[in-house]
């Protein structure tokens, strides 16, 4: 008789990418625009420059404001650029 633990091999999800940036635009319907930053060192002089990018990402309850803190999660492609969607806002933007 065979182990039923080690029979069968388990399919979980790995652990999907995540990213931490700033809501630059809020201006589409549940999409917003994420800046994400990062610091890179060059190989050969050393020196540390900052390289951003802006993803897309969807925003269910369009709570996201511009100048929030939020953490995106990768997902499924909901359209031809949005493939990223808002997982919790860390902290939110002073409103004036």
């Known amino acids: 008789m065979s182990d039923p ?9 790995g652990q999907r990418q995540t990213l931490e ?5 809020d ?4 999409t917003v625009m994420v800046l994400v930053e990062r610091l890179v060192r060059d190989s ?7 390289r951003s990018a802006r993803f897309m990402a969807h925003d269910a309850g369009s709570e996201c404001r511009v100048g929030d803190r939020v953490v995106i999660v990768a997902d499924r492609p909901r359209s031809a650029r949005k493939r990223w969607s808002v997982r919790t806002v860390v902290t939110k933007a002073e409103r004036n």
Do not use: D
């Open 44 to 50: 050969r002089y050393g020196k540390i420059t900052r």
């Open 27 to 30: 201006k589409m319907t549940k």
């Open 5 to 13: 633990q080690t029979a069968a091999p388990s399919h979980r999800r």
């Open 21 to 25: 940036g700033v809501v630059v635009s």
